[in-house]
């Protein structure tokens, strides 16, 4: 057996590293989703997260169009003198459309969604769908940005139903778990999932 390869393969196992950041605190507005911007400790929160991810010499930005998710991953980019890509598809999954459930019913429809993949919250989308068009998304940026190291701001839904896309362990208690901001460090060989990590970062006001 030959040793010798013209480098294909090498390129298709090439290590990718995505970093997904859910946004910071953002005050909650029903019907704002687009335009809510991020609340004064979230803007602390969001300029921690960065100086932490300023070491890890991220090459490309990506977003959710929402203003929370570009607002978090902004310090990190301007310091790294990128722009940011803007992609609808990565906007955060609604669950209660028009309809403001209070804080009892949208953690009902939530654990819903996680357990029914299928179940579409009235006016909402179904954790199928979401994941669906947000997939999509991230194997672009596999093969076009295939051994950089990505930025991607998100949403506590979206990051986890896409990491549960690849390991089911990511659900429910997973989603419940997560902080306002939260950075995963997650891996790729090619466009095969090789494992996700926290990061740890301190906010020192």
């Known amino acids: 057996m030959s040793d010798i390869n013209d480098g294909s393969l090498n390129e298709v196992e090439k290590e990718t590293v995505l970093y997904f950041v859910r946004h910071a605190h953002s005050a909650y507005e029903h019907g704002r989703e687009l335009e809510r911007r ?19 010499n991220i090459e ?3 977003s959710s169009p929402y203003r929370r998710a570009v607002d978090t991953i902004a ?5 790294a003198g990128k722009t940011i890509e803007l992609h609808d598809a ?11 459930l209070g804080p009892e019913g949208f953690a009902e429809a939530k654990r819903r969604c ?6 579409c919250p009235p006016g909402g989308e179904s954790s199928r769908q979401a ?26 839904d979206v990051l986890t139903l896409m990491l549960g896309s690849w390991d089911e362990q990511y659900g429910y208690s997973f989603w419940q778990g997560l902080s306002m901001p939260d950075a995963y460090r997650v891996r790729f060989e ?16």
């Open 131 to 156: 994941r669906a068009r947000a997939l999509p998304v991230i194997r672009q940026l596999l093969r076009e940005h295939a051994g950089k190291r990505i930025a991607v701001g998100t949403h506590g």
């Open 190 to 205: 090619g466009e095969a999932f090789a494992g996700a990590e926290r990061i740890r970062y301190t906010n020192i006001l």
């Open 38 to 56: 991020l609340s004064d400790s979230g803007k602390a929160e969001a300029s921690a997260v960065c100086r932490r991810l300023e070491q890890e």
């Open 75 to 79: 310090p990190l980019a301007e310091y």
């Open 60 to 62: 490309v930005f990506v």
């Open 90 to 100: 990565l906007r955060e999954r609604l669950v209660s459309g028009k309809q403001d």
């Open 114 to 119: 996680y357990e029914d993949l299928d179940y």
